[in-house]
């Protein structure tokens, strides 16, 4: 055949082409057409490869057409790709569409979330009565989160609680430090004694520790893997337990209502000694548990840099989704990350 008769083949093979990738009904399909009308075993990679038994003219009207055929048959796959990649994305964001017409109309602006407002209500309660409010990060060094608490590494306890450790390995500047995620707020309560001492601002330290601690709990109807605590500190000559007792009875009132008393039960933390669990009393004349407290172990004081035999002092905390749940009749602490507005928009 001549140059102009495999020219004119090739125009037909390039027009058949288009038809069938302007037809095709999804990305795999065009690239399959793609390769069986330009690959290897494709019709004008064979003209191709024949051309070589050409004269110059007709190898130049073959070559030109070939070009053409390559340039015309890729343009039009590419521009097929892209109209059903965009198809495909409209049907992925159609099926997950969220249906908000029930919202519309609507007067309300938004709140604090209700765990935000009991955080808030605590604090003001605790300033109150004469706290300060002290944060820390919630990126810890096992020191401060265990080791400063009396929980060495070989420490039973330390399985009381489901750590989430950090992979430091990549860190510059970490060094042989292992870094975790706070499993509870009391490291605050050792940087706030060693910030005193250094300083020169303290004792004594009245305070109050609010913030975000983690867990590896799996979520349900009491747990969550991200929670939040508010633990207080009170370091001064002559702390007793008579001391805790009170500030916990007028917490009690202060919070939950004049009519409600607390008690103490004997309990163990590694942190305090001696140590007690807070019940609060209910209407129906029950008991209803809220947090631990005790008097400062002089192993803390010590990592706190205070000498035992000069001062004393007490802790206790609470988790505040715990307080909330109390204080509004909620049974399922997984209401409060859920974002239903149905919920949320009764507080």
Known sequence: MSGAELAEETRTLVAAGLARLADAPSSAEVRSIESELLGKRSRLTEMKAGMRDLDAEDRRVLGAALNQARTE???AAAERLDHLAARERRAVLAAERLDLTEY???ASTGHRHLVTQTWERLED????????????????TDWFNFEALNLPPSHPARSLWDTLYLDTTDLDGVGDQQLLLRTHTSPVQVRTMLRAVREGSGPPIYVVCPGRAYRQDTADATHLPVFHQIEMLVIDRGITMGDLSGTIETFTKAYFGQELTSRLRPSYFPFTEPSAEVDISQPDGSWLEVGGCGMVHPNVLRAGGLDPEEWS?????FGIERLTMIRHHVTDIRDFITNDMRFLEQF
């Open 104 to 106: 519309q109309g609507r």
């Open 73 to 75: 048959l890729e343009a």
């Open 313 to 317: 002092g007490f802790a206790f905390g």
């Open 125 to 140: 309660v605790f300033v109150g009565m004469g706290f300060t409010v002290a944060t820390g990060p919630e990126v810890e």
